[in-house]
């Protein structure tokens, strides 16, 4: 798709709870910038989902408990990370997620872990959950770039 310009990026605000105004001012300021996308990291889920897809291969039928942002103590580490150093994390546990999904073999696959909301999944309804997950924030951006006012 073509904007009429050069997009510009480059704004990366990190979510802290303690401070939102402190984030609507920081997106306002990008906004006056003329920035066509001002990112925000939601959390550190792909270390999480990780960790919990190696939690059913060990455990049987382990209960997970809703993931909450503010708990995560990994969270506070992205919040202070830049832009580039985010998108090297995404990348890099997105490779360890892939290849750690494709290790796995028909056994291991048809094991389950509880979601305290959708009980138990077997974890190819676990990396469908995730990639739902991630696909709302694909769709939020996608509404924000293509939405009436662009």
């Known amino acids: 798709m073509h904007y009429g310009h050069a997009l510009k990026f480059g704004t990366f605000i990190p979510p802290l709870s303690t401070a939102p105004e402190q984030v609507v001012a920081r997106a306002l300021r990008s906004e006056a910038l003329g920035y ?6 939601d959390h550190p889920y792909q270390p999480a989902f990780l960790e919990r897809l190696k939690k059913i291969e060990t455990e049987n039928s382990p209960l997970f408990e809703r993931y909450v942002t503010e708990k995560d103590p990994k969270f506070y580490d992205c919040c202070k990370m830049n832009l580039r150093e985010v998108k090297e994390l995404i990348t890099t546990h997105r490779i360890l997620i892939i290849n750690h999904i494709f290790s796995l073999n028909e056994s291991v696959l ?10 138990d999944l077997a974890i190819p309804q676990w990396i469908e959950f995730f990639l739902l997950h991630e696909a709302h924030h694909l769709l939020t951006i996608f509404k924000l770039l293509n939405g009436p006012d662009h």
């Open 36 to 41: 066509d996308l001002v990112t925000f990291q």
């Open 110 to 119: 048809k094991r389950t872990g509880r979601h305290p909301v959708y009980g």
